[in-house]
């Protein structure tokens, strides 16, 4: 079992950053590929970006260039350093596992970008 809890959303404005870290209880983190994603009002939760096990990554193309996913093993934790900020961007986001487990959702990360 997996409890993960996120940290670190707020309101930016446009061009702007945030960093978004989760922290992640349970010996068997370093065992999965770690997701963040997001769900915006209206629209259906989709997949940011993910990190495996080893530190290779993948992106949406909506964020691509400018968002960074990273992982500390030792720590339990993944990050999201998001750059470049747009209101699209405006959404609760959430990691999780990669493929996702409904039962790791946690209370997820309000991320607003707005001037």
């Known amino acids: 079992q997996v409890q993960l809890v996120e940290s670190g959303g707020g309101l930016v404005q446009p061009g702007g950053s945030l960093r978004l870290s989760c922290a992640a209880s349970?010996?068997?983190?370093?065992?999965?590929?770690m997701g963040w994603y997001r769900q915006a009002p209206g629209k259906q939760r989709e997949l940011v970006a993910r990190i495996t096990t080893g530190g290779n990554t993948n992106y949406a193309d909506s964020v691509k260039g400018r968002f960074t996913i990273s992982r500390d093993n030792a720590k339990n934790t993944v990050s999201l350093q998001m750059n470049r900020l747009s209101p699209e961007d405006t959404a609760v986001y959430y990691c999780?596992?990669?493929?996702?487990?409904?039962?790791?959702w946690g209370q997820g990360t309000q991320v607003t970008v707005s001037s």
């Open positions: 349970g010996r068997i983190f370093v065992l999965y590929t």
């Open positions: 999780n596992v990669f493929p996702q487990r409904d039962a790791f």
